[in-house]
């Protein structure tokens, strides 16, 4: 007789831990809520809140003021994770985030990754680094030759901006020693991450792995030009799955979700959010 009521393959992954930081929600909780109730995050900007690359933008009908603000990415507990404020400031907001994120996945769980016995993988994307472009080399004087090899302060700069070494800062930050690594599928990015992290687990590479994205563009206070026959939704809404739906339009933010192999997280008697029943990668 079969006591256990739930059908466990071997091939089913938990989902035990969960963190995201997104517009209009600090957290899944607060997500969760807004997703229930139909609550749009997305902000309506007035001109004296925008920073448009060109002021006559501003008088053109065609451009839209809109956008997803996530606030607060300027905050950061650097002396948490043992940087000093002016590493702090060279590192783009977009890693940032996601280490905060990946921390509250795990306290989410119920974890301390410095302390775990087992090996925890790593497996994230970041979109286009415009913090390095807009603001660190505008700002801080450098000259646009520059290889950012020349010096030990340069390599630094280098590392603290590369999207290569957003999971492996993490993996070294939290002591994770599993497999780290970096995802670039473009907009799929998150999820053949998490694709990625389940193979990973099934593969035994790994006991847990964090798998997530994250997508921050500064400045955040700008609109955009609509065109006919592109993405851009010409009034800056974005009705997915809907059939007034007309166009979408770029966000900010990150998430972060823990998985590991649904026989060993009932065992372990974790918190499962969700259960992974297959995933695919065409």
Known sequence: MNKNPVDIREADIAVIGMSCRL?????????WQNLKNGVESISVL?????????????????????????PDIDKFDASFFGYSPKEAKMIDPQQRLFLECAWEAFEDAGYAPQSYDGLIGIYAGSGMNTYLINNILTNQGFSTYRTF?????????RLANGADYMPSRVSYKLNLRGPSVNVQAACSSSLVAVHMAVQSLLSGECDMA?????????????????????????????????????????????????????????????????????????
């Open 46 to 70: 007035k001109d004296e809140q925008l920073n448009a690359a060109d002021p006559a933008l501003l008088d053109n009908v065609n451009y839209v003021k809109a956008g997803a603000i996530l």
């Open 210 to 282: 964090l798998a997530g994205g994250v997508s921050i563009t500064v400045p955040q206070n700008t609109g955009y030009l609509y065109q006919e026959g592109m993405i851009c939704s010409p009034d800056g809404h974005c009705r997915a799955f809907d059939a007034q739906a007309k166009g979408t339009l770029f966000g900010n933010g990150g998430g972060i979700v823990l998985l590991k192999l649904l026989q060993n997280a009932i065992e372990d008697k974790d918190h499962i959010h969700a259960v992974i029943k297959g995933s695919a990668v065409n």
């Open 23 to 31: 517009p209009g929600a600090n957290n899944i909780n607060t997500f």
């Open 149 to 157: 090899l020349e010096s030990g302060s340069a390599l630094q700069l």
